[in-house]
């Protein structure tokens, strides 16, 4: 049984900083790719950012390139998203995901369907 369970949201002010922690259970953790995805109400589910099996590439959205960074730690089977700059439309619900590819390394992470267990997801509101 796979589990993922995110924490560290929160409400902050914009222009604030906030670090999701995602820690999954799985003996296979370190060689799979890691996925960040965030769903506002009403809206589509949406890629946020992915980190490779490896941890030597990573890959964000647009709208977040330049703010948020992703990382891992294989030995605490745990991957870290790191928001800074939060601005009101990052308000949403933020769900991390593990790829179904075993030692994937080519460059397509922002598919949800690539993707084969969830994590409940955490809240982040961000407050003007």
């Known amino acids: 049984q796979v589990q993922l369970v995110e924490s560290g949201g929160g409400l902050v002010q914009a222009g604030g900083s906030l670090r999701l922690s995602c820690a999954v259970s799985?003996?296979?953790?370190?060689?799979?790719?890691m996925g960040w995805f965030r769903q506002a109400p009403g809206e589509e589910r949406e890629f946020v950012a992915a980190?490779?099996?490896?941890?030597?590439?990573?890959y964000f959205a647009d709208s977040v390139k330049g703010r948020f960074t992703i990382s891992r730690d294989n030995a605490k089977n745990t991957v870290y998203l790191q928001m800074n700059s939060l601005k009101p439309e990052d308000t949403a619900t933020y769900y991390c995901?593990?790829?179904?590819?075993?030692?994937?390394?080519?460059?397509?992470?922002?598919?949800?369907?690539?993707?084969?267990?969830w994590g409940q997801g955490t809240q982040v509101t961000v407050s003007s």
């Open positions: 799985g003996r296979t953790f370190s060689n799979y790719a």
């Open positions: 995901a593990v790829d179904q590819r075993p030692y994937y390394s080519s460059n397509v992470y922002h598919e949800a369907a690539t993707y084969g267990y």
């Open positions: 980190i490779t099996w490896s941890g030597g590439m990573t």
